[in-house]
């Protein structure tokens, strides 16, 4: 009987997922496996709160597997040698995996391709899994990626996706090859108390409310930080719980504004996968730079740790720094205003904020995180790399009532709008009584120095 191995990472799902399709298509059976991959938990990437939603996911797809006649196998170890082992066992004739687009994933994957080939194996790599336009199949002339995002979306919505795949009804796993315990959310410690659970049949949830109660309203609604009418997608696109080609798709169908928006911003994500598959090296060092000599020193610090705390006396950053440490999640609009605030107004090195992101994030990985850490500061793919965002006005504008700033700081629960955006501008005897700090710099002090550190004219 032939058989064949589907190795899951990022991809944790049975719904359009081409490299299961082809493992059916292909073998009597199939093992349906997933690595807890040791160099990734040396790396510093398996935080608390993406193993605690990683555990989730793989408790999800093993009952969705076992309602089909399967079962997930889960090893832990060198993954390379790890698959290896499982084929063996299993005498597979073949591997199927989702392509991957990071360095240390293709390090990993030319090496796994190599080991399996000296067994007389072979490594089947599928595109459009974890993307829906993979890096590399639209370039500009000349270049082997587009530096900014606008031409390349223009291209990008002309590729034509492949289909959405369903769900197979049944998926035959071998009897002989036995994994680990499943690892279990309770295990792990250090986790967000409000992070959300993860898992395909969650993700599928959401997908399915949000189409039928946000997403007209998204083009509308995605910036208003007390409304909280983002897609929430971002951690299920993570580990792939959803599908980015089903939910292009979709939206394509539904044509509104609303829908329109959210593809733009799947484009995205796929941008800055072709920037850092071509670039792997914007993961830690800057895209363009710009010869930034950031802070240092003990008061630098003390500011950095004062944005990490949610402590540096602006209500709309001190709000979203704790709502990250609570959810394990970030609103995007409270996510451009942070990053500008540590690298612009305090002038701190963007991989000082995109490390603390990355531990506390749920959604975190290399391309998004770091990539868009660089287009805030300056040195990424921004054609405006010196804007700044003031955090008052930005405040005013996206949470003109405070509603977001008083669910997170609760100190300033008794201020009304608009002073509980500028504290600082009450009474001495008001101020006492909030038990809150003052601001840790001034905002025409930050813009000044960091107009000096790059060398810009004077603001008029």
């Given at each position: 009987m032939p058989v064949s191995v589907t190795l899951f990472t990022s991809d944790l799902r049975l719904h359009d997922h081409p490299a299961l399709r082809a493992a059916l298509e292909d073998t009597d059976a199939v093992v349906p496996l997933f690595v807890r991959d040791r160099a990734v938990e040396a790396a510093g990437f398996a935080t608390?709160?993406?193993?605690?939603?990683?555990?989730?996911?793989?408790?999800?797809?093993?009952?969705?597997?076992r309602d089909r006649g399967g079962r997930l196998v889960v090893r832990s170890g060198d993954l390379v040698a790890q698959v290896c082992r499982v084929a063996a066992e299993a005498d597979a004739r073949e591997v199927h995996m989702a392509a991957s687009h990071s360095a240390f994933a293709a390090r990993r994957e030319e090496r796994l391709r190599r080991e399996l080939e000296r067994d007389g194996r072979r490594l089947s790599v599928h595109d459009a899994v974890t993307v829906?336009?993979?890096?590399?199949?639209?370039?500009?002339?000349?270049?082997?990626?587009?530096?900014?995002?606008?031409?390349y979306h223009?291209?990008?919505?002309?590729?034509?996706l492949r289909p959405a795949l369903a769900a197979p009804r049944r998926v035959p796993v071998p009897e002989g090859v036995h994994g680990e315990r499943l690892p279990a959310r309770g295990e792990v410690t250090g986790v967000s108390p409000g992070l959300p659970a993860g898992g395909e049949s969650t993700g599928r949830e959401r997908m399915t409310a949000y189409w039928r109660n946000g997403l007209d309203a998204y083009d509308d609604t995605r910036d208003d930080l007390a409304a909280d009418a983002t897609s929430r997608f971002s951690a299920h696109l993570h580990f792939g719980t959803l599908s980015p080609v089903e939910l292009i798709h979709r939206a394509r169908r539904d044509d509104g504004p609303g829908a329109r928006a959210l593809v733009r911003q799947l484009a995205w994500r796929d941008f800055h996968r072709q920037v850092l598959a071509a670039r792997?090296?914007?993961?830690?060092?800057?895209?363009?730079t710009k010869g930034d000599v950031w802070r240092t020193g003990r008061t630098a610090s003390e500011d950095i740790?004062?944005?990490?705390?949610?402590?540096t006396g602006y209500p709309v950053i001190d709000a979203a720094m704790r709502q990250l440490r609570h959810e394990g999640w970030m609103h995007n609009r409270a996510r451009l205003l942070t990053a500008g605030f540590l690298t612009k107004t305090l002038y701190a090195d963007w991989r000082?904020?995109?490390?603390?992101?990355l531990h506390w994030l749920v959604d975190g990985d290399i391309a998004n995180n770091q990539l868009n850490?660089?287009?805030?500061a300056g040195t990424g793919t921004d054609t405006r790399p010196n804007r700044v965002l003031n955090p008052v006005l930005q405040a005013k504008r996206y949470d003109p009532d405070g509603t977001y700033v008083r669910r997170w700081v609760p100190e300033l629960a008794g201020v009304d709008a608009p002073a509980v955006h500028e504290p600082w501008k009450l009474s001495a005897r008001a101020r006492s009584a909030l038990h809150y700090p003052d601001?840790?710099?001034?905002?025409?002090?930050?813009l000044d120095r960091f107009r000096r550190a790059r060398d810009l004219p004077e603001a008029q």
């Amino acid at each position: 009987m032939p058989v064949s191995v589907t190795l899951f990472t990022s991809d944790l799902r049975l719904h359009d997922h081409p490299a299961l399709r082809a493992a059916l298509e292909d073998t009597d059976a199939v093992v349906p496996l997933f690595v807890r991959d040791r160099a990734v938990e040396a790396a510093g990437f398996a935080t608390p709160n993406r193993s605690a939603f990683l555990a989730d996911c793989l408790s999800d797809l093993d009952g969705s597997l076992r309602d089909r006649g399967g079962r997930l196998v889960v090893r832990s170890g060198d993954l390379v040698a790890q698959v290896c082992r499982v084929a063996a066992e299993a005498d597979a004739r073949e591997v199927h995996m989702a392509a991957s687009h990071s360095a240390f994933a293709a390090r990993r994957e030319e090496r796994l391709r190599r080991e399996l080939e000296r067994d007389g194996r072979r490594l089947s790599v599928h595109d459009a899994v974890t993307v829906a336009v993979p890096p590399g199949e639209v370039t500009p002339s000349g270049s082997d990626h587009y530096a900014v995002f606008t031409p390349y979306h223009r291209r990008w919505a002309q590729v034509r996706l492949r289909p959405a795949l369903a769900a197979p009804r049944r998926v035959p796993v071998p009897e002989g090859v036995h994994g680990e315990r499943l690892p279990a959310r309770g295990e792990v410690t250090g986790v967000s108390p409000g992070l959300p659970a993860g898992g395909e049949s969650t993700g599928r949830e959401r997908m399915t409310a949000y189409w039928r109660n946000g997403l007209d309203a998204y083009d509308d609604t995605r910036d208003d930080l007390a409304a909280d009418a983002t897609s929430r997608f971002s951690a299920h696109l993570h580990f792939g719980t959803l599908s980015p080609v089903e939910l292009i798709h979709r939206a394509r169908r539904d044509d509104g504004p609303g829908a329109r928006a959210l593809v733009r911003q799947l484009a995205w994500r796929d941008f800055h996968r072709q920037v850092l598959a071509a670039r792997p090296d914007a993961a830690h060092a800057d895209y363009r730079t710009k010869g930034d000599v950031w802070r240092t020193g003990r008061t630098a610090s003390e500011d950095i740790e004062a944005w990490r705390q949610g402590r540096t006396g602006y209500p709309v950053i001190d709000a979203a720094m704790r709502q990250l440490r609570h959810e394990g999640w970030m609103h995007n609009r409270a996510r451009l205003l942070t990053a500008g605030f540590l690298t612009k107004t305090l002038y701190a090195d963007w991989r000082i904020g995109a490390a603390h992101f990355l531990h506390w994030l749920v959604d975190g990985d290399i391309a998004n995180n770091q990539l868009n850490w660089q287009w805030v500061a300056g040195t990424g793919t921004d054609t405006r790399p010196n804007r700044v965002l003031n955090p008052v006005l930005q405040a005013k504008r996206y949470d003109p009532d405070g509603t977001y700033v008083r669910r997170w700081v609760p100190e300033l629960a008794g201020v009304d709008a608009p002073a509980v955006h500028e504290p600082w501008k009450l009474s001495a005897r008001a101020r006492s009584a909030l038990h809150y700090p003052d601001p840790i710099v001034d905002l025409a002090e930050g813009l000044d120095r960091f107009r000096r550190a790059r060398d810009l004219p004077e603001a008029q």
